[in-house]
């Protein structure tokens, strides 16, 4: 891992490394709006049944977005991993509006020693 790589899994481990130093908990998150024209779209996908592919784009970006924010935050703290990374969604301001939240913990791992 170079300095300026960061891996982040969903595991409390990274195999092949030691966690040499916990940082703390970390964030990275976005809000979507669902616009007029995305709504139109959904709701005539929706009368067909199956997937609402407008949605599942933006859903798409919105996930990519908070991922990409979830690593810059980790650097920021010093952190060259990130472990237990989970994704939340939930709806706000009526359902207008969607959070995208990935969090994890922030940690400084190591390549485990050869030698034991």
Not at 44 to 58: H, L, N, P, R
Not at 83 to 110: N, P
């Amino acid at each position: 891992m170079n300095e300026k790589e960061i891996i982040a899994v969903t595991s409390p481990h990274l195999p092949g490394y030691d966690i040499v130093s916990i940082l703390g908990i970390v964030h990275g998150l976005t809000v979507r709006t669902r616009g007029v024209g995305g709504k139109i779209v959904a709701g005539i996908q929706g009368i067909f049944g199956g997937e609402v592919t407008a949605y599942t784009s933006e859903c798409e970006k919105a996930r990519k977005e908070s991922i990409r924010r979830l690593m810059e935050n980790a650097k920021k703290m010093g952190a060259n991993a990130i472990i237990g990374v989970d994704f939340e969604t939930s709806d706000i301001l009526q359902g207008t509006a969607t959070v995208f939240a990935a969090y994890g913990t922030a940690v400084i791992a190591k390549p485990t020693s050869k030698e034991q």
